[in-house]
């Protein structure tokens, strides 16, 4: 298949795809956040939210081997978007998903784009928080009913995730399960990532304004 229908197809595809996508985010942490935090649900409602989370699974598993089939790499697509794989493999990250949305509602409503600066504070924003309460979830599940627990209740888990994903880590409360560290190393990673774009942004923005600012005011004496 030709390079260029390859691209035409994959980007008709992505587009295509952005809108039920951000849909199965939105479904998945729902469902997710009802199965953790509603304790003692009848089996046929718990059965219920099992389904829909894995029917929202099944959207992301769809889209990697559509886009799979579009690249003609075989094996290749794995390594060259490795990315797309982990976040198909981690559902911790699906949340972030939603954050797609802003631009499919723009582009149908044609109306104006933040800037550049904008949208990569606001994206980084949104995906902290998602990326956050997803994890706090996780932590949660994990950790409130092992023994010596510290993180026992879904505030105490919100706390932690908070200054985890800051970096101030007080140490109050800690994760002490092997699935709570794991879900633990993934949002310090992010965290600096996501954090590192908001003020790295925020820092390039104030530049750009200081120096238009001397610019318009001309060289000293002048």
């Given at each position: ?42 089996p046929g409602l718990d059965d219920v939210l099992r389904a829909v989370i894995g029917a929202a699974w099944t959207v992301f598993v769809v889209d ?27 559902p911790l990250l699906w949340p972030v998903r939603i954050v797609r949305l802003y631009d499919v509602v723009q582009r149908r409503r044609g109306g104006a784009r ?109």
């Amino acid at each position: 298949m030709d390079d260029d229908i390859r691209t035409q197809r994959w980007n008709r595809w992505e587009g295509r795809a952005a809108l039920p996508l951000g849909i199965a985010s939105l479904v998945y942490l729902g469902g997710y956040a009802a199965h953790v935090l509603a304790q003692g649900l009848p089996p046929g409602l718990d059965d219920v939210l099992r389904a829909v989370i894995g029917a929202a699974w099944t959207v992301f598993v769809v889209d990697y081997a559509v886009h799979w089939r579009l690249s003609g790499r075989g094996l290749g697509f794995v390594t060259s978007h490795w990315l797309d794989t982990l976040v198909m493999l981690l559902p911790l990250l699906w949340p972030v998903r939603i954050v797609r949305l802003y631009d499919v509602v723009q582009r149908r409503r044609g109306g104006a784009r933040l800037t550049l600066h904008a949208r990569v504070m606001f994206y980084a924003s949104v995906s902290t928080a998602l990326l956050g309460f997803a994890g706090a979830l996780a932590v949660y599940q994990a950790e409130h009913a092992a023994p010596h627990a510290t993180i026992r209740t879904f505030g105490d888990s919100v706390w932690w995730t908070c200054s985890t994903l800051t970096t101030v880590g007080y140490g109050d409360v800690v994760p002490v399960t092997p699935r709570g560290r794991v879900v633990a190393v993934g949002l310090m990673a992010c965290g600096l990532a996501l954090l590192g774009a908001i003020t790295g942004s925020f820092s390039s923005l104030l530049v750009q304004r200081f120096a238009r600012g001397v610019d318009e005011e001309g060289p000293p004496g002048s």
